[in-house]
């Protein structure tokens, strides 16, 4: 089945950029989303569709789609961003959802 | 305001079934695909199953595939979780999750808090 791989911990400075990777095979037009998930509280969805950001995300979050590595990149980080990130998508030829193993951001 | 409210966790012991319950509100439920995850507490995230909005498509995670059955009743707002033989490998937080749209290749919009199902004997 299809494998996202994310690396386990990514750590960056307040104030300084954070971009966390997404590697799958041929992403092509395979669209790639994004949630955060903070300590005891559910998933938030804060990138969809490769690069879009719901309502109510800040425009510090964005994200890109290269072929083979989706990013997710957190500019100016704050504090409140340390948390764990997923990516995700549909492997239409499993009919499965697939998840990365999910980052850790440490905001040192 | 898009809420689900998940129900029916407990601690059951191995082989046993229990049947996980979700409702949402704040949106047209009939309209949108619907998903199960799961997540092993200090773990990552699992996708379960999908159901689509007439209840046409379903899909399931090949650890749960034959075990697991997910159905919804669109009149109640309701999306259900039958889980039969559940192994202790099924201990795991279970969110209620709406798809963006009706297609399930969308993002996963919204999600519950999750019902906590622990298997242990």
């Known amino acids: 089945s299809y494998v996202l791989t994310q690396p386990p911990s990514v750590s960056v400075a307040p104030g300084q950029t954070a971009s966390i990777p997404c590697g799958g095979d041929n992403f092509g037009f395979k669209s790639v989303h994004w949630y955060q998930q903070k300590p005891g509280q559910a998933p938030v969805l804060v990138v969809y569709d490769d690069y879009d950001r719901p309502s109510g995300i800040p425009e510090r979050f964005s994200g890109s789609n290269s072929g083979d590595t989706a990013t997710l990149t957190i500019s100016r980080v704050e504090a409140g961003d340390e948390a764990d990130y997923y990516c995700?998508?549909?492997?239409?030829?499993?009919?499965?959802?697939?998840f990365g193993g999910g980052t850790k951001l440490t905001v040192l | 305001e898009v809420q689900l409210v998940e129900s029916g966790g407990g601690m059951v012991q191995p082989g046993r079934s229990l049947r996980l319950s979700c409702v949402g509100s704040?949106?047209?439920?009939?309209?949108?695909?619907m998903h199960w995850v799961r997540q092993v507490p200090g773990r990552g995230l699992e996708w379960v199953s999908r159901?689509?909005?007439?209840?046409?498509?379903?899909d399931y995670a090949d650890s749960v595939k034959g075990r697991f059955t997910i159905s919804r009743d669109n009149a109640r707002n309701s999306l259900y979780l039958q889980i039969n033989s559940l192994r202790p490998e099924d201990t795991a937080l279970y969110f209620c999750?709406?798809?963006?749209?009706?297609?399930?290749?969308?993002?996963?919009?919204?999600w519950g808090q999750g019902t906590l199902v622990t298997v242990s004997s």
């Open positions: 704040g949106f047209t439920f009939k309209n949108f695909g």
């Open positions: 159901i689509s909005w007439n209840s046409g498509g379903i």
């Open positions: 999750v709406k798809g963006q749209t009706s297609l399930p290749a969308n993002a996963l919009s919204d």
């Open positions: 995700q998508m549909w492997d239409s030829a499993s009919d499965h959802v697939v």
